[in-house]
């Protein structure tokens, strides 16, 4: 009867539907508690959520006892927030402290709340919690991600957050980073091709700060030379 309901709503069925789930969730059956998460999603809204719904979504996250549901809300919070972080840093300075300070400790307690409850979704969860870190520039914090990451994960996943770690930490080895991930990822052109310009990049800033920084040595030396110093005197 549950999956039918489901089925209804995709048909584009929704009264029917709907009917099925409200007599579901008002028995104390096996279902009920499903019937009444359907209920909600499918009256949940586009993103990002409302905080009521957002609070909804908790507390079937945290205090539902189906796993089923559980995952299913934690998936939901996940898009809300990726949904709110998405485009954070083209964000104003004082809109992005208001969303770090409002948004990101809930962010990261559902990450980390879904990393113990379900260890099968572990991996995914890390990788989303250490690229959120690396954002807000907690590089200390990340680490410990990133060195599980990089233990544990796939060799794909594991380069590609060392990448991002080494990025943001301006480390110079970054650029080699992206050509190894490139040659990983060789029978996909168009992905190996997004890393080899992102090497390029990386190599062509680090050129530009080199002269930049040789230029500005030179010009103070040139300043600090008796010569100059006499005629700034005169």
Known sequence: VLFRSRYLMELKETMRGQEILQNL???RGLYAHKAEFYLFENEIGAL???SETVAQLE???LQDPDPE????AL???RKHYQFLFQDQALLDKPSREKLYENEFPNYLKVLKQ???LFPDLGEKLRFELAFLLIQKGDLKKA???VDWLTRFSNPKRAMEV???YAEADEDPHAPQLALEISQLVKTNPKEAKTWVLKAYALKKKAIIATRETGRSEEHTSELQSPCNLVCRLL
Do not use: C, H, T, V
């Open 25 to 27: 969730s008002k028995s």
């Open 48 to 50: 990002p959520y409302s």
């Open 59 to 61: 507390r079937f996250y």
């Open 69 to 72: 549901i559980q995952k299913s």
């Open 75 to 77: 998936e939901r919070l």
């Open 114 to 116: 879904g990393i113990d």
């Open 143 to 145: 680490k410990a991600e």
């Open 162 to 164: 060392q990448f991002l």
